[in-house]
C-alpha cells in the first residue's frame, strides 16, 4: 500500500500563484509515475499533469504554460507550481502515484480561484 498526503491547497485571486505537495509514503516501487488531476464541483475528475520517473512530464492543454510539475524521487514527493491561476482551475485536486495498473490517491487539496 501507498499513501498519499497533499498540502498546499488554499484561497487565491485570479493571476495568483500555489504550490501543491504530495508526499508519499509506505509500498513505493522507483518506476512510478505521479502526478495531479482535478474535480471542480459537478464535473469529472480531470489530468491535471503527470511525470514519470525519468522525469518526462504530460500536461493538460488548459494548463500548460502556467502549470509545472516537479519531482524529488529520493523523498517520494511530487510537486505543481500553478500560476497565472483561473478562476476554472477551482476544485479539489488529487495526487495520485501509479505503478503498472495500480493507481493510489491521496485525500484531495481544494484549490479556490476568486475573480
Known amino acids: 500500500q501507498v499513501q498519499l498526503v497533499e498540502s498546499g491547497g488554499g484561497l487565491v485571486q485570479a493571476g495568483g500563484s500555489l504550490r501543491l505537495s504530495c508526499a508519499a509514503s509506505g509500498s513505493i516501487f522507483s518506476d512510478n509515475t505521479m502526478g495531479w488531476y482535478r474535480q471542480a464541483p459537478g464535473e469529472q475528475r480531470e489530468f491535471v499533469a503527470r511525470?514519470?520517473?525519468?522525469?518526462?512530464?504530460n500536461y493538460a492543454d488548459s494548463v500548460k504554460g502556467r502549470f509545472t510539475i516537479s519531482r524529488d524521487s529520493a523523498k517520494n514527493t511530487v510537486s505543481l507550481q500553478m500560476g497565472d491561476l483561473k478562476p476554472e482551475d477551482t476544485g479539489v485536486y488529487y495526487c495520485?502515484?501509479?505503478?503498472?495498473?495500480?493507481?493510489?490517491w491521496g485525500q484531495g487539496t481544494q484549490v479556490t480561484v476568486s475573480s
Open positions: 511525470i514519470r520517473s525519468d522525469g518526462s512530464t
Open positions: 495520485f502515484q501509479s505503478y503498472r495498473t495500480t493507481v493510489y
